[in-house]
C-alpha cells in the first residue's frame, strides 16, 4: 500500500490555524527524495463544505488534520460530521493553542476521527497568536515556527519513507478518562453598530456553526448557546461593526491578563509519532 495523497485540511476562523496547515503543506510538497505524493489542502470551517465537499478519503490517504483549541476541547462545530468517512486512511492531528494549554482537546480529536474510520498516526501540537488576546503568542506562527513546521513536514515523509507507509504503527492516546467540562463563550458577538453594518453578510457565510441568520444579521435566541466564541465573524466584519459590548471586553480582558501572565514564555511546537 503506497502514499498517494496527503490532505492538508484546516479549521481556521481566525487565520492562526490556516498560517500553521499553510507551513505543514509547504514542508509536504517540497517532499523527500523517492517518495512522491499529492499534496492538497482542505478548508472545512464551513458548514457547507463540511456537508457537501469532503474529500472522499482511502486507505492511501494521510489526512492532516489542524483545528483550534478552544477552552482545552476540540470545536464542537464539527463533532457530528457524518459526512466524514476515512475508511482506513491515516491520521496526524495538530492541536493549535494560543501559548496556554491542550488539555483534553488532542486526545478528544484523535477518538472523533478514529470515531470516523481513520487510523491515528501521531500530533503536532503548534502554537499561533491568540484569538482573544492578540499579545499572548503575538504573530505566531512566527518565520522560526514556519521552519520548524516544514521540518516537521519533512520528518513526516522521511519516516513513511523508511518505514513504509503502510507499516506505519498507530499512536496510542488515552480514550477512557472524561473530558473536562466544556468552556462557554462570554458573550455572542453582534451588531453594536447598526448603522455602520454595511449588511455584506460575511458573517453569515463565515459562522462555522451556522448560527447566525441571513435576515436579521444575528443570532436567534434558541441558537446562543451553540456560539463557540470562535470569533469568525467579527474576523470577517469588514466594517467592525460585531463585536461585543465595552464590559465584556473589559471581563476578557482582565481574564486573559491573568492568562498571560501565567504563560508569558514561548512554548514549543511539538511533533510527536508512533515509536
Given at each position: 500500500?503506497?502514499?498517494?495523497r496527503?490532505?492538508?485540511?484546516?479549521?481556521?476562523?481566525?487565520?492562526?490555524?490556516?498560517?500553521?496547515?499553510?507551513?505543514?503543506?509547504?514542508?509536504?510538497?517540497?517532499?523527500?527524495?523517492g517518495?512522491?505524493?499529492q499534496?492538497?489542502?482542505?478548508?472545512?470551517?464551513?458548514p457547507?463544505?463540511?456537508?457537501?465537499?469532503?474529500?472522499?478519503?482511502?486507505?492511501?490517504?494521510?489526512?492532516?488534520?489542524?483545528?483550534?483549541?478552544?477552552?482545552?476541547?476540540?470545536?464542537?462545530a464539527?463533532?457530528?460530521w457524518?459526512e466524514?468517512v476515512?475508511?482506513?486512511?491515516?491520521?496526524?492531528?495538530?492541536?493549535?493553542?494560543?501559548?496556554?494549554?491542550?488539555?483534553?482537546a488532542?486526545?478528544?480529536?484523535?477518538?472523533?476521527?478514529?470515531?470516523?474510520?481513520?487510523?491515528v498516526?501521531?500530533?503536532?501540537?503548534?502554537?499561533?497568536?491568540?484569538?482573544?488576546e492578540?499579545?499572548?503568542?503575538?504573530?505566531?506562527?512566527?518565520?522560526?515556527?514556519?521552519?520548524?513546521l516544514?521540518s516537521?513536514a519533512?520528518?513526516?515523509?522521511?519516516?513513511?519513507?523508511?518505514?513504509?507507509?503502510?507499516?506505519?504503527?498507530e499512536?496510542?492516546?488515552d480514550?477512557?478518562?472524561?473530558?473536562?467540562?466544556?468552556?462557554?463563550?462570554?458573550?455572542?458577538?453582534?451588531?453594536?453598530?447598526?448603522?455602520?453594518?454595511?449588511?455584506?453578510l460575511?458573517c453569515v457565510?463565515?459562522?462555522?456553526?451556522?448560527?447566525?441568520?441571513?435576515?436579521?444579521?444575528?443570532?436567534?435566541?434558541?441558537?446562543l448557546?451553540?456560539?463557540?466564541?470562535c470569533?469568525?465573524?467579527?474576523?470577517?466584519?469588514?466594517?467592525?461593526?460585531r463585536?461585543?459590548?465595552?464590559?465584556?471586553?473589559?471581563?476578557?480582558?482582565e481574564?486573559?491578563?491573568?492568562?498571560?501572565?501565567?504563560?508569558?514564555?514561548r512554548?514549543?511546537?511539538?511533533?510527536?509519532?508512533a515509536?
Amino acid at each position: 500500500m503506497e502514499l498517494q495523497r496527503i490532505v492538508v485540511a484546516h479549521f481556521s476562523p481566525t487565520g492562526g490555524t490556516k498560517k500553521v496547515a499553510q507551513a505543514l503543506q509547504n514542508g509536504f510538497k517540497a517532499g523527500v527524495e523517492g517518495l512522491e505524493c499529492q499534496v492538497v489542502p482542505f478548508n472545512f470551517l464551513s458548514p457547507t463544505i463540511r456537508a457537501k465537499r469532503v474529500p472522499k478519503f482511502t486507505e492511501h490517504d494521510l489526512l492532516i488534520f489542524a483545528y483550534p483549541v478552544f477552552f482545552g476541547r476540540m470545536p464542537w462545530a464539527f463533532e457530528n460530521w457524518p459526512e466524514l468517512v476515512g475508511n482506513g486512511a491515516k491520521v496526524i492531528v495538530v492541536s493549535v493553542y494560543g501559548n496556554r494549554a491542550i488539555e483534553d482537546a488532542a486526545r478528544e480529536t484523535m477518538s472523533f476521527l478514529s470515531n470516523h474510520g481513520f487510523k491515528v498516526l501521531g500530533h503536532i501540537e503548534a502554537i499561533a497568536q491568540h484569538s482573544q488576546e492578540s499579545t499572548l503568542a503575538a504573530h505566531r506562527p512566527d518565520d522560526e515556527d514556519v521552519v520548524e513546521l516544514k521540518s516537521f513536514a519533512q520528518r513526516i515523509l522521511q519516516t513513511i519513507k523508511d518505514q513504509g507507509f503502510a507499516s506505519l504503527k498507530e499512536y496510542e492516546f488515552d480514550c477512557t478518562t472524561p473530558l473536562k467540562a466544556p468552556g462557554k463563550a462570554p458573550c455572542v458577538p453582534f451588531i453594536t453598530d447598526a448603522d455602520n453594518c454595511d449588511q455584506c453578510l460575511r458573517c453569515v457565510s463565515a459562522c462555522p456553526c451556522g448560527i447566525i441568520d441571513k435576515d436579521t444579521i444575528s443570532v436567534k435566541d434558541e441558537d446562543l448557546a451553540l456560539c463557540m466564541g470562535c470569533r469568525a465573524c467579527m474576523n470577517v466584519c469588514k466594517s467592525c461593526t460585531r463585536g461585543f459590548p465595552q464590559k465584556v471586553h473589559q471581563a476578557i480582558a482582565e481574564r486573559m491578563a491573568m492568562i498571560k501572565a501565567a504563560n508569558s514564555e514561548r512554548k514549543p511546537n511539538v511533533l510527536s509519532l508512533a515509536p
